[in-house]
């Protein structure tokens, strides 16, 4: 069943391809097509298209196809072309000529955009929701380990003091910084297509106003032909808000890869969270962050390959938009696993105390030893030159007293003033 099917028969190869993975992919759809549709009904109840009683059928109708989702029973055969044909053959079905008028003024084209949007703005949602988790998580590791010193490292050697709670804290700030991606994806998809059309409108009387209102827009897509050019900006900017904050995980993942190896030996994961080797048996390997470190890549080319797909193409409508869900909405969905395993292992991460007591970290003092000097009167030029000559000659003492004062310091980590950007977010974005 297609609801464009005018009684022409299509050849089987070629609906085969072109109906692709959609049966599959539009189960992500389901829930919020219903949603437009009982909005949609409503709509032309209101405008006179249809009468109370059919409008009722019809309402009666979603519900029950609503319970099914809620059930797990919902499924889309081979007998239909996506879950909109299936929506509708069920109205039909059930309700006939009820189910038959449900379309009028409604293009499959705004049908799709609406059911898109619907979904993108309520992952947007779910996504910032694990997030502002992870960092509350972050935030207590930060301030469990404030005092837990480490080395800090540029370019691979040990470089100054860091603590664990800078640390901690650092990756909590970033992944607000991502949330702001997830704010402009959630504005985006937060725009009410439905109304259209084919992109170009409709002569019968619908009020727009009242869909928006109903499905919880808080914006209407005004123009019909800007409307339909929603389709690939939504899903572009949902795959710039996956990539920023998944390059986020990913450098996390990569330093408590470093972190947790035997050469560093900051960390250690228990060893239930830990795989082996077929061969080493003393191998405990991070493997569970090296994954997440491969996923997060993997997403980060999310916004190139959709550019790829839609970069060229002029206003309107065009087929090639269906491959959209197969490049997204998958990825959309491992990024959630991502947030849950993350937000699984990292509060059983231990934390190796004393590590800038080992000699080998002596090093990272030189800067202390220089600030020592220069508060007794030497200059900067000439305290780094006596300092560095010191450890040449094997004659450094590291100054390891050392108190930092300023905000963001290893001594004041601010971990108030990060809260309290959490608290701005919550209460200013629609995300919180």
Not at 334 to 362: E, G
Not at 405 to 423: P, W, Y
Request: aromatic share 8%; proline share 3%.
């Amino acid at each position: 069943m297609k609801i464009w099917d005018k009684g022409i028969a299509v050849d089987k190869k070629i609906e085969q391809f072109t109906i692709g993975r959609d049966r599959e992919l539009d189960m992500y759809l389901a829930q919020f097509d219903v949603q437009a549709s009982r909005a949609q009904a409503n709509m032309l109840a209101g405008a006179g298209l249809i009468s109370a009683a059919e409008n009722q059928q019809l309402q009666q109708g979603l519900q029950e196809l609503a319970a099914q989702l809620e059930a797990g029973t919902f499924t889309i055969g081979e007998d239909f072309e996506d879950v909109h044909s299936k929506i509708e053959a069920y109205l039909t079905e059930h309700y006939g000529d009820a189910g038959k008028k449900i379309h009028t003024a409604r293009s499959r084209n705004d049908q799709v955009l609406t059911a898109i949007q619907l979904f993108l703005k309520d992952y947007t949602r779910r996504a910032a929701a694990k997030t502002l988790e992870l960092v509350e998580v972050l935030l207590q590791k930060a301030e469990t380990h404030k005092t837990d010193l480490m080395p800090g490292y540029t370019h691979f050697q040990a470089a100054m003091p860091s603590s664990f709670g800078l640390w901690f804290s650092a990756y909590a700030e970033h992944l607000l910084l991502d949330l702001a991606l997830f704010e402009a994806a959630h504005t985006v998809a937060d725009q009410n297509p439905l109304g259209s059309g084919a992109g170009f409108g409709s002569s019968f009387p619908i009020d727009r106003l009242q869909t928006t209102q109903e499905m919880g827009f808080n914006n209407l897509a005004v123009s019909s032909v800007g409307a339909q050019m929603l389709r690939g900006k939504t899903e572009k900017t949902v795959a710039f808000a996956l990539a920023g904050m998944a390059a986020t995980l990913a450098k996390m993942s990569y330093d408590l890869v470093l972190y947790n190896g035997q050469d560093m030996a900051f960390v250690e994961l228990p060893a239930a969270f830990t795989t082996g080797s077929s061969i080493m048996p003393h191998k405990k390997n991070p493997d569970v962050f090296e994954l997440i470190r491969a996923r997060c890549n993997a997403l980060q080319a999310l916004p190139n390959t959709l550019m790829l797909a839609t970069g060229n193409l002029p206003s309107g409508y065009h087929r090639d938009f269906q491959i959209l869900k197969e490049i997204l909405f998958e990825p959309m969905t491992q990024f959630l696993d991502i947030l849950d395993i993350v937000l699984f292992a990292l509060p059983q991460l231990r934390i190796k105390p004393d590590l800038l007591n080992q000699p080998k970290y002596d090093a990272v003092f030189t800067v202390e030893n220089i600030n020592q000097l220069i508060q007794t009167g030497t200059p900067f030029r000439t305290a780094y030159k006596q300092v560095g000559l010191a450890v040449e000659d094997g004659s450094y003492v590291p100054h390891k007293e050392f108190q930092t004062t300023h905000l963001g310091s290893v001594h004041n980590l601010g971990l108030d003033e990060i809260r309290a950007k959490v608290a701005r977010f919550r209460a200013g974005s629609r995300l919180g």
